[in-house]
């Protein structure tokens, strides 16, 4: 961000200014829109507060999903599941659940 200052440096002039900032261990961050979700896996999550609000920076590797493509491969993924396995539609959903969405775990985890 600017060259050539220590960080150390930096952390001692933000902290003058009132600036806090601290990173947070996260494994994915999910951002829930109307019409699709974003999904950030393996982020680099920083909150700064500064002059009484909390913000966030967040990077890392992005993936949308339009929520109808979601919902419709879900739906599929739970039939898959009951025909694969014989098992309840319950069951199903708590397994793909359970997987994170991954259909072959679930349908292994079942069987």
Known sequence: ???GIDPKKMQAMMKQMGIAQEEIDALRVIIECED????IENPSVMKVKMQGQEN?????DIKEVDKSESEDTTKEDIKTIIEKTGCSEEKAKEALEASDGDLAEAILSLS
Do not use: E, R, W
């Open 1 to 3: 961000m600017f060259g």
């Open 56 to 60: 966030f920076q967040i990077s890392g």
């Open 36 to 39: 699709k979700d974003i999904i």
